[in-house]
């Protein structure tokens, strides 16, 4: 199925975000209006420690407004330019919520966030041979707070409701359907 674009005008716009509505066509001859919100490339890091012990994930956790709730995820954001360097990008957020600095980052896939109404590309990207530094986060940012779980507790966080971010979550996934394809190119240990 097609879609035909009529129309488009922007109805709100600041530094991280624009909003517009298009007057659209199906193919069967009815219109209809879209509303999209069009963002910046983001990242979306899984900063994963390799040790005797096992494995281990670095999170942060942050309040957000629009669900009125304090959860884990991944780090993650962007820079509010449309033109950047996705591995760049990944290795100063990482730095910029948890102070890490990785070794190795190894670029998983892209996803699509919330693509029925949000146009915006999140880069994943795995992070490997973590070294711990100082944070460099942004004003809005100043509630975060990072933290070190195991693997096996990350996953039980997601599923009794600590992770609730989808983003994170979808990021999990591509990286272990990457693992599993890729045996040789990490030193997991799950």
């Known amino acids: 199925m097609s879609i035909k674009t009529i129309s488009s005008r922007e109805v709100y716009s600041n530094p991280w975000c624009s909003v517009r509505e298009d007057v659209i066509e199906r193919e069967d001859g009815v219109r209809g209006i879209y509303g999209v919100m069009d963002k910046h490339p983001a990242v979306i890091i899984v900063p994963l420690e390799h040790t005797p012990e096992g494995d281990f994930l670095w999170l942060v956790r942050q309040f957000r407004y629009t669900v009125s709730g304090t959860f884990y995820e991944l780090p993650q954001g962007g820079w509010e ?99 599993d394809k890729h045996p040789t190119e990490t030193t997991h240990t799950l």
């Open 81 to 179: 330019i449309a033109d950047v360097d996705p591995e760049e990008l990944a290795r100063g957020e990482l730095r910029e919520e948890t102070g890490l600095t990785a070794d190795r980052i190894t670029h998983l896939t892209d996803l699509w966030i919330a693509y029925g109404a949000m146009h915006q590309i999140h880069h994943v990207y795995l992070a490997e041979g973590l070294t711990q530094g100082e944070t460099e986060r942004d004003p809005e940012e100043f509630d975060m707070t990072v933290h070190r779980v195991s693997v096996a507790d990350f996953e039980s966080m997601v599923l009794d409701g600590r992770v609730m971010d989808n983003c994170t979550v979808s990021a999990w996934g591509a990286y272990r359907i990457w693992r």
